[in-house]
T-cell receptor
Framework: DAGVIQSPRHEVTEMGQEVTLRCKPI?????LFWYRQTMMRGLELLIY????????DSGMPEDRFSAKMPNASFSTLKIQPSEPRDSAVYFC????????????FGDGTRLSIL | GDSVTQMEGPVTLSEEAFLTINCTYT??????LFWYVQYPGEGLQLLLK?????DKGSNKGFEATYRKETTSFHLEKGSVQVSDSAVYFC??????????FGKGTKLTVNP
């Protein structure tokens, strides 16, 4: 079975540019999560969706960050404008509800803002 | 709110040594507990889980028992291998579908 697919795997861009990260969850999963991982702050939950609807975005650091899930098989996390402190590894994860199922993670996008 | 505390790393062991990584939690209700492993350059992978008190999760020689009386879920392996070198995360899910993670413990196993 295909796992969670994230693209791009690596992104290097200059400060001020718009960055779009993409995620394809596992088919049939109805929850989707976006995380950010840094050495300083560890793993942080940014936002999560259920059935394409955002449920909790309290982890989104600033208005520069936005996330969408237009359908069950695609989500984006956008940063506009980007800043060097946004440099991190961003993970997408998905899960199936009904009995506390584990989350399945993608391999992440390593983002570097110069 | 819910929280997870796991032992600070890094942990360095020789091959075939015994491994314990401590994890304790605070939660209202009866959470499910997980151990995830992250190999370099990869995402987190589920290692094992337990959904109720006294359950033992096991996988690839790793074990952890859900201890409600001590609110713990310690990870153990009897004989580690170089290939076990990774970062290990303890996590709980308290019914909201959100995972609460510990800070992670980096394990290095030397030959």
């Amino acid at each position: 079975d295909a796992g969670v697919i994230q693209s791009p795997r690596h992104e290097v861009t200059e400060m001020g540019q718009e960055v779009t990260l993409r995620c394809k969850p596992i088919s049939g999963h109805d929850y989707l999560f976006w995380y950010r991982q840094t050495m300083m702050r560890g793993l942080e939950l940014l936002i999560y969706f259920n059935n394409n609807v955002p449920i909790d975005d309290s982890g989104m650091p600033e208005d520069r960050f936005s996330a969408k899930m237009p359908n069950a098989s695609f989500s984006t996390l956008k940063i506009q404008p980007s800043e060097p402190r946004d440099s991190a590894v961003y993970f997408c994860a998905s899960s199936f509800s009904g009995g506390r199922q584990p989350q399945h993670f993608g391999d992440g996008t390593r983002l570097s803002i110069l | 709110g819910d929280s997870v505390t796991q032992m600070e790393g890094p942990v360095t062991l020789s091959e075939e040594a015994f491994l314990t990584i401590n994890c304790t939690y605070t939660a209202t209700g009866y959470p499910s507990l997980f151990w995830y492993v992250q190999y370099p350059g990869e995402g987190l992978q589920l290692l094992l889980k337990a959904t109720k008190a006294d359950d033992k999760g096991s996988n690839k020689g790793f074990e952890a028992t859900y201890r409600k009386e001590t609110t713990s879920f310690h990870l153990e392996k009897g004989s580690v291998q170089v290939s076990d070198s990774a970062v290990y995360f303890c996590a709980l899910e308290g019914g909201s579908e959100k995972l609460v993670f510990g800070k992670g413990t980096k394990l290095t196993v030397n030959p």
